[in-house]
């Protein structure tokens, strides 16, 4: 089976960065797999916060859920190391949209990892997908 390929775009809307816990790391004593899944959540949350916004309410009462999730791991990571995390917005349909995820050990100077979550919009009481919100989708379509 050939690699997963995730293509970055060339700008990105928001950024942040983070320090690796000793609760990141696993039993090879670097930066678990898992914990960079839960940095990007972390990032999106954040992201979505910058512009009062969360998982359950983009606008209009919609919430999301993950649909899928992709990550090409790059280099390692070590306790106390500085992640610097860049999301972009993109690849809208009706009612999913695309983040993606370049993760940088600023301690290091290497690419730490890429990623992207498929984002789907979400009734949670009706428990089917609806419509992106249009002023989320202006929000992030002029990145």
Same mark, same amino acid.
């Given at each position: ?10 700008? &990105? ?31 999106? =949350? ?33 306790? &106390? ?10 690849? &809208? ?14 301690? =290091? ?35």
């Amino acid at each position: 089976m050939a690699r997963v390929k995730i293509d970055l775009p060339q700008s &990105f809307c928001f950024s942040m960065s983070l320090n690796v816990r000793v609760t990141d790391l696993n039993y090879g004593d670097h930066l678990a797999n898992d914990s960079i899944v839960s940095y990007l959540h972390v990032a999106r =949350t954040s992201l979505l916060e910058s512009h009062s916004l969360s998982e359950l309410n983009i606008g209009e009462g919609v919430s999301l859920i993950q649909g899928d999730l992709a990550v090409v791991y790059q280099s390692e990571g070590f306790l &106390f190391n500085r992640i610097s995390i860049k999301l972009a917005v993109g690849e &809208f349909s009706n009612s999913s949209f695309t983040i993606y995820y370049a993760l940088h050990n600023e301690t =290091t100077n290497k690419p730490l990892a890429k990623a992207s979550t498929r984002m789907i919009c979400f009734d949670y009481e009706l428990r089917k997908a609806k419509p992106i919100p249009d002023g989320f989708k202006k929000l992030f379509s002029n990145q």
